[in-house]
């Protein structure tokens, strides 16, 4: 099937510890994007890369890393400098970088004890 | 950064009513865009309306656009309860066509 896989749906992570999101698409998409999503709030743009090896920054991207070595992949680490990390990850496509849908994943939920 | 905001926050009827969402916005936009989101899940696009467009269909979803008044509005006719999600309208403004996402309206439809 086509689409976005992320994984894993639900993690806990310990207060000072980095964590990978993975986001993973065979829908031979160029753009990809990291959101952020708060209880009762719309997304955020953490990350987004139109292209392997390019990647620029969202709106809150302090706290984030990405990298984009294959077009298939677009992980994110969330790491210890992300003062409140806990919320919904949404990672989505874009067939290219310039109008039309997103295609969104299922989510990650993160929750920092 | 500039953002849609959704209007009711909150949305409840009954099935078979009609549900309509309202979205206001800041700049002028290149494109609006509707989607849904169920509780827990990703987001899916529902429908899409360029600047130049003032009304489009899909099926029971109706999307108006007004320009002039930086708005636009969601109308689903005949709801169902399959329809209970978060509707969120996204606005494309800038040459970086990043798309901008409102807080959404809870819609509940009760059976």
């Known amino acids: 099937d086509g689409g976005i896989t992320q994984s894993p749906k639900y993690l806990f992570r310990k207060e000072g510890q980095n964590v990978t999101l993975s986001c993973e698409q065979n829908?031979?998409?160029?753009?990809m994007y990291w959101y952020r999503q708060d209880p009762g709030q719309g997304l955020r743009l953490i990350y987004y890369?139109?292209?392997?090896?390019?990647?620029q920054k969202g709106d809150i991207a302090e706290g984030y890393s990405v990298s984009r070595e294959k077009k298939e992949s677009f992980p994110l680490t969330v790491t210890s400098a992300q003062k409140n990390p806990t919320a919904f990850y949404l990672c989505?496509?874009?067939?290219?970088?310039?109008?039309?849908?997103?295609?969104f994943g299922e989510g990650s939920r993160l929750t920092v004890l | 950064s500039q953002q849609g905001e959704e209007d009711p926050q909150a949305l409840s009827i009954q099935e078979g009513e009609n549900a309509t969402m309202n979205c206001s916005y800041k700049?002028?936009?290149?494109?609006l865009q509707w989607y849904r989101q169920n509780s827990g899940r990703g987001l899916v696009h529902l429908i899409l309306i360029r600047s130049n467009e003032r009304e489009k269909h899909s099926g029971r979803l109706r999307v108006t656009l007004d320009t002039s008044k930086k708005s636009s509005s969601l109308l689903i006719t005949a709801s169902r309860a399959a329809d209970t999600a978060s509707y969120f309208c996204a606005t494309d403004y800038s040459s970086a066509r990043q798309l901008t996402f409102g807080s959404g309206t809870q819609l509940t439809v009760l059976p």
């Open positions: 700049t002028s936009i290149n494109n």
């Open positions: 989505a496509t874009h067939r290219n970088f310039n109008t039309g849908e997103l295609f």
């Open positions: 829908l031979n998409h160029d753009a």
């Open positions: 890369s139109q292209i392997v090896n390019d990647f």
